[in-house]
């Protein structure tokens, strides 16, 4: 259960999530407080507050917060924050759940967490998102297969990637490209996918 204090910032963060892309966020006009702002306040709070308690609870609204952009590089606190909830084992099967948010910035998000710790048991949640109708979201889900390829054998996803070659970004095809030279790479490594 959330303290009253985690509630009320909780409920503040809310109201400014998702994130807007970074272009909104630039173009946020001087006089208005931007979410920015409101969001790096919040943050330091919620930083000192998980120190003393940091229920899973929380976990669920930190992940919404993600906007599909980069939060003009203010979501590395977030995901920082997201990774230092102390009990793993609770924390990746949600992360792999909120793969499949409403939310795209979440989706994008989650697989980027998920890619960091290169854990073979979360290739389905990678594939379940190279369609994804956002391109940023199959970006990131081409980047959690590459990182994965560095750790296991990775050759049977060739089929899968290749038409991703042919996406309509410019960067899903790129990162499609650099995930097929890396799964036939991946022929070598010791742990077999």
């Known amino acids: 259960m959330l303290s009253p204090k985690l509630t009320a910032l909780v409920a503040r ?8 892309d970074d272009d909104t966020l630039n173009e946020w006009p001087d006089e208005d407080v931007s979410p ?12 000192q507050e998980t ?14 917060v993600f906007g599909i952009d ?13 990774e230092d909830y102390p009990n793993k084992h609770e924390l990746y099967p949600f992360v792999q759940k ?10 994008k998000w989650s697989c980027f967490l998920l890619a ?22 199959r970006y990131e889900a081409l980047v959690g297969i590459i990182r994965l390829s560095q750790r296991y054998n990775m050759t049977h996803l060739i089929p899968i990637i290749e038409p991703l070659l042919q996406d ?20 070598d490594n010791d742990e077999k996918g």
């Open 70 to 82: 980069e939060g003009n590089g203010g979501f590395w606190r977030l995901l920082h924050l997201i």
């Open 36 to 47: 920015l702002e409101t969001y790096d306040e919040i943050m330091t709070e919620l930083e």
């Open 116 to 137: 960091r710790r290169q854990e073979k048991e979360d290739e389905p949640f990678f594939l379940a998102r190279l369609q994804d109708e956002v391109a940023q979201v």
């Open 98 to 107: 909120a793969t499949g948010s409403s939310n795209p910035g979440t989706r």
């Open 168 to 187: 309509e970004d410019y960067e899903v095809s790129d990162a499609a490209h650099d995930a097929l030279k890396a799964l036939k790479a991946s022929a």
């Open 51 to 64: 120190q003393v308690e940091y229920p899973f609870e929380l976990v669920p609204y930190l992940l919404e």
């Open 13 to 20: 963060l809310q109201g400014i999530s998702p994130m807007p």
